[in-house]
């Protein structure tokens, strides 16, 4: 089993910045590929960027391209999602998820790909 806790959200003006965590316990976690998604009220969850196994690929949804940074300490068992320049349209719940099969882009889009979820961590934008 793996467990995932997501810390970091808030409250915060437009053009500011916030570091979501991810601490990961449970199994290898250097053997995941892990990934951030995000549901706002009254939509679904979407997908914001993944990292996977050893750190060398990301990959960015266009929404949060060249804002969002994914990176990971695989020392401290952690993935991080560093925001920058936010935007009210960035409120929403995030969540972090993990996935130990080796799985394309398209699929590490999707939500139905990923095994483990966290609970998910507040961030709200104020115009």
């Not at 916030?18 to 009254?42: D, I, K, N, V």
């Not at 994914?70 to 009210?88: F, G």
């Not at 998910?120 to 104020?126: A, I, L, N």
Request: aromatic share 12%; proline share 2%; with cysteine.
């Amino acid at each position: 089993q793996v467990q995932l806790v997501e810390s970091g959200g808030g409250l915060v003006q437009a053009g500011g910045s916030l570091r979501l965590s991810c601490a990961a316990s449970g199994r290898t976690f250097s053997s995941y590929t892990m990934a951030w998604f995000r549901q706002a009220p009254g939509k679904e969850r979407e997908f914001a960027a993944y990292i996977r196994l050893t750190g060398g690929t990301t990959y960015y949804a266009d929404s949060v391209k060249g804002r969002f940074t994914i990176s990971r300490d695989n020392t401290k068992n952690t993935v991080y999602l560093q925001m920058n320049s936010l935007k009210p349209e960035d409120t929403a719940v995030y969540y972090c998820a993990a996935v130990t099969s080796y799985l394309s882009t398209r699929d590490l889009r999707r939500t139905e790909s990923f095994g483990y979820w966290g609970q998910g961590t507040q961030v709200t934008v104020s115009s």
